[in-house]
């Protein structure tokens, strides 16, 4: 897997990296996030709203669906 290098584009410092995806990865990240939809879409929009200002795991109840 290739890695990628973040850079600050003032001082030119690598500030992180990370492991690029694979297509095989990203189509199977893109299916679960499909398979997920239905369920967001169903979720109350103040919990939605909620869901996205914090961390999920500390404010969605339903999230991620059974």
């Given at each position: 897997m290739?890695?990628?290098?973040?850079?600050?584009?003032?001082?030119?410092?690598?500030?992180?990296?990370?492991?690029?995806?694979?297509?095989?990865?990203?189509?199977?990240?893109?299916a679960a996030a499909r398979?997920?939809?239905?369920?967001?879409?169903?979720m109350p929009l103040a919990e939605r709203r909620a869901c996205i200002a914090t961390p999920w795991y500390a404010s969605c109840s339903r999230w991620p669906p059974p």
């Open positions: 290739n890695t990628l290098s973040i850079h600050n584009p003032a001082t030119g410092e690598q500030i992180a990296s990370l492991e690029a995806d694979t297509a095989a990865s990203v189509a199977a990240k893109a398979a997920a939809q239905p369920a967001w879409a169903a």
